[in-house]
T-cell receptor, first 115, second 113 residues
């Protein structure tokens, strides 16, 4: 079984400040991990993914995430927030090596960026 | 060009009606999915199809029936709609590999009155 926990359903930062969105996973086998972003009334767009290569993964729009096996975490960061980053962010875990392409999503974190 | 498209974008209907949502992808993928996003934005997989074969069926009521006429299309038919079916339904596609990214459509917002 696999699961994802996103700590903080709402995060608010000032423009230019560091963005940190937390994701912890649980998986019985080596996981692969994703961060998706959802803008209002739109579908999900991939930000980045971890598939057992480099533990520090760089994505689009200046986001990156670090896979830490010892902490079972995959937190998303961006050094400097921009107003356009305001959106809902989802962490997801999949099974590496089997499981039928099933992604399990976290409950999402709403990021608000203030002036 | 739209990679994953869904129709309709909005669907408002009465309880008890039957409705369908269509999904098409032009990415050449062989696997397609349906997800349900509830009012709290929780996303949960409903079905997945690989090469027109049902792979995942996540304890969804049998009022929901997916149909895949070919690899590029996956439709969702819902019978006897209930208030609790109100949600956003997302279609997604990927290649059959557990590491492959799933690409999502824009969603269909279903409201059952």
């Amino acid at each position: 079984a696999q699961s994802v926990t996103q700590l903080g359903s709402h995060v608010s930062v000032s423009e230019g400040a560091l963005v940190l969105l937390r994701c912890n996973y649980s998986s019985s086998v080596p996981p692969y991990l994703f961060w998706y972003v959802q803008y209002p009334n739109q579908g999900l767009q991939l930000l980045l993914k971890y598939t057992s290569a480099a533990t520090l993964v760089k994505g689009i729009n200046g986001f990156e995430a670090e896979f830490k096996k010892s902490e079972t975490s995959f937190h998303l960061t961006k050094p400097s927030a921009h107003m356009s980053d305001a959106a809902e962010y989802f962490c997801a875990v999949g099974l590496l090596g089997g499981g039928g392409n099933k992604l399990t999503f976290g409950t999402g974190t709403q990021l608000k960026v203030e002036l | 060009d739209t990679a994953v498209s869904q129709t309709p974008k909005y669907l408002v209907t009465q309880m008890g009606n039957d409705k369908s949502i269509k999904c098409e992808q032009n990415l050449g993928h062989d696997t397609m999915y349906w997800y349900k996003q509830d009012s709290k934005k929780f996303l949960k997989i409903m079905f997945s199809y690989n090469n027109k074969e049902l792979i995942i069926n996540e304890t969804v009521p049998n009022r929901f029936s997916p149909k895949s006429p070919d690899k590029a299309h996956l439709n969702l038919h819902i019978n006897s709609l209930e208030l609790g079916d109100s949600a956003v339904y997302f279609c997604a596609s990927s290649q059959w590999d557990t590491q492959e990214t799933q690409y999502f459509g824009p969603g269909t917002r279903l409201l059952v009155l």
